[in-house]
């Protein structure tokens, strides 16, 4: 079992930044991807970005160019900086820690992001 625990939420102006931070209970060293998911008010959960060993890391299209996904495996983090952020990034932020085998997945508790006009 790994507990996510994220935080750097808040509400920031349009064209401003963020940062999100996602600590680990215990080694990421054994989770094949950690990914950050965002869920708007009335929308789907859905794929901010991923990042995983060996590969170049994944994002959406709506955030490419603006946010930049990178961890820390010595101190089980995974981060998100977020630029040039749009009121459109308004949503509740989740940290994902997926293993291929045996097949788990985790999710954090979810950080608010708000993004005023």
């Known amino acids: 079992q790994v507990q996510l625990v994220e935080s750097g939420g808040g509400l920031v102006q349009a064209g401003g930044s963020l940062r999100l931070s996602c600590v680990a209970s215990r080694s990421i060293f054994s989770i094949d991807v950690m990914g950050w998911y965002r869920q708007a008010p009335g929308k789907q959960r859905e794929l901010v970005a991923s990042i995983q060993r060996g590969v170049p890391a994944n994002y959406a299209d709506s955030v490419k160019g603006r946010f930049t996904i990178s961890s820390d495996n010595a101190k089980n983090a995974v981060y998100l900086q977020m630029d040039s952020l749009k009121p459109d990034d308004t949503a509740v932020y989740y940290c994902?820690?997926?293993?291929?085998?045996?097949?788990?997945?985790?999710w954090g508790q979810g950080t608010q992001v708000t993004v005023s006009s």
């Open positions: 994902n820690a997926h293993r291929h085998w045996p097949l788990a997945s985790y």
